[in-house]
């Protein structure tokens, strides 16, 4: 029988690692580009005999790496796992711009790709940096976010853009892993609410020739990593002995 969600919340805010592979508990999974984050709750609770599992935190079907299953009573602490830092591994392509502003969208109308000046690291540093702190960002039309009750994704599906309203988020780090002066990988550490496509479209239009996302990996979630994720194949290899 599980235990009282008091006893869980507690567990976890002691330390949020004590949950870690139980039932209630927090299970990290590593999702590959493609499967929806939907899809990755499903086979788990099908592994795992357990109706009761979501997440914290969607990955788009593009996106891979760092999904956090939240099991058992422990569903009910989504919002101090969202309240957590997210740190991703981020792709690029300078030279285009999207309506999905990644490699999935339709090429933006009205916005004409022109060959880049020559861009060295130290610029697309110094750009960068004008993204540290905190910040206001426009969330994009292809996310989950509603309008009226109707999901922006579907929405832009449709062909429609309606008005958003910034939001404040955090940049905690911000750094370049690679750069060929086209492509390139940047790490990040940021706040809830925070979409990384976003801020590669804005850091194009701020090179001025724009740019687009072209892959997406979440490394780590507050104290959970993606060394410690297990495939998405493979959860039920980490069903809890009862004694757990």
Known sequence: MSQPFPET??????????LLWKNPGVWPVNKPSGPSSNLVVVRARRALAEKRIGHAGTLDPLASGLLVLL??????????????PKTYRAGFEL?????????????????????????????????????????E????MHSALKKDGQPLYKLARAGKVVERQPRPVSVYDLGITQFDGVTGVLEMRVSKGFYVRTLID????????????TALERTAIGPFSLEEAVDMDRISEKIPHPEA
Do not use: K, W
């Open 9 to 18: 919340r507690e567990a976890f805010l002691g330390d949020p690692r004590s």
């Open 71 to 84: 099991v058992g009573n422990a569903t009910r602490l989504f919002d101090e796992l969202q309240t957590m």
């Open 95 to 135: 030279g285009r711009r999207t309506d999905s502003q990644d490699i999935t969208g339709t090429d933006m109308e009205g916005f004409v790709p022109s060959p880049c000046p020559p861009i060295d690291e130290a610029r697309l540093a110094e750009v960068l940096c004008g993204f540290m702190g905190e910040l």
């Open 137 to 140: 960002q426009v969330p994009p």
């Open 202 to 213: 804005d850091m194009g239009m701020a090179l001025g020739c724009g740019a687009v996302m």
